[in-house]
């Protein structure tokens, strides 16, 4: 499956628009029979580790976050970030298939959603062809 690359607005009005891999997923958890989802577009990120999403979809799934394993992140900043981790299921938009990943979520993220190397990369591959403004994801067996 085929994405392009969507150009984002910078704080300035004076720089040029950043063009970003943003790919349109549907993110659920199981809670208890019934199974709630979110439609998400999130940034394929190979630098991080793992998939990080803000609070707010975390509630929109039903998570009790504060339930979750609590684990610290750190960015390129120095900064740290205390996030809750589930497991969620990631679907890709136009892919028949869903994964099973460990998720951070945490509050106060600039970010809706960011998926990450642990689970996601391990399970399609990614290419990301900037010059051309596509990213392409394909299932690995």
Same mark, same amino acid.
């Given at each position: 499956m085929k994405f392009r690359y969507i150009k984002i607005p910078t704080r300035d009005p004076r720089r040029k628009w950043i063009s970003r891999p943003i790919i349109p997923v549907i993110l659920s958890a199981q809670k208890g029979v019934v199974a709630r989802s979110v439609n998400v577009d999130a940034l394929l990120d190979s630098g991080a580790d793992k998939c990080l999403f803000n609070a707010e979809i975390g509630e929109a799934l039903g998570l009790e976050l504060e339930k979750g394993e609590r684990e610290t $992140?750190?960015?390129? /900043?120095?900064?740290?970030?205390?996030? $809750?981790?589930? /497991?969620?299921? *990631?679907?890709?938009?136009?892919?028949?298939?869903?994964?099973?990943?460990?998720?951070?979520?945490?509050? &106060?993220? @600039?970010?809706?959603? *960011?998926? &990450?190397? +642990?689970? $996601? $990369? +391990?399970?399609?591959?990614?290419?990301? /062809?900037?010059?051309? @403004? *596509?990213? /392409?994801?394909?299932c690995v067996s």
């Open positions: $992140f750190s960015g390129i /900043e120095g900064g740290r970030l205390f996030v $809750f981790i589930h /497991e969620v299921y *990631i679907q890709v938009a136009g892919i028949d298939r869903t994964i099973k990943v460990e998720a951070g979520f945490v509050r &106060g993220l @600039n970010i809706s959603a *960011i998926v &990450g190397q +642990d689970g $996601f $990369f +391990d399970s399609f591959r990614v290419s990301f /062809e900037k010059d051309r @403004n *596509i990213i /392409e994801i394909k």
